[in-house]
């Protein structure tokens, strides 16, 4: 599919996040949902293989249930023209960033 993005935003459905994309084809709009989005952040640190194995240990609780990375990886990525090694964090919901 083409077309001009509109606007995105994260929805739940039935407690499951959901990507919500809406886009203008031609004249009109369409609304695309994607269930399969992996939400994710990333750490930067001196040693990523150790702060992956460190993260993917870590624990919380919020809101009365129990938080942790869905899981970890040690990555390459460029900010700023410079390539950095950093640790992506999976989540299992956008609402765990908070508490990990």
């Not at 993005?5 to 949902?33: C, F, N, Q, T, Y």
């Amino acid at each position: 599919m083409r077309g001009i993005l509109l606007d995105v935003e994260i929805a739940e459905e039935e407690e499951h996040p959901v990507v919500r994309l809406v886009l203008k084809d031609g004249s009109r709009k369409v609304m695309v949902l994607d269930h399969a989005f992996s939400h994710y952040f990333y750490a930067l640190g001196e040693d990523p293989e150790k702060l992956s194995e460190l993260i993917s240990g870590v624990e919380a609780e919020y809101r009365e249930r129990k938080v942790r990375p869905k899981a970890v990886e040690a990555v390459r990525r460029t900010i700023r023209g410079k390539e950095v090694r950093a640790v992506r964090i999976f989540l299992s919901h956008p609402r765990d960033m908070q508490p990990l």
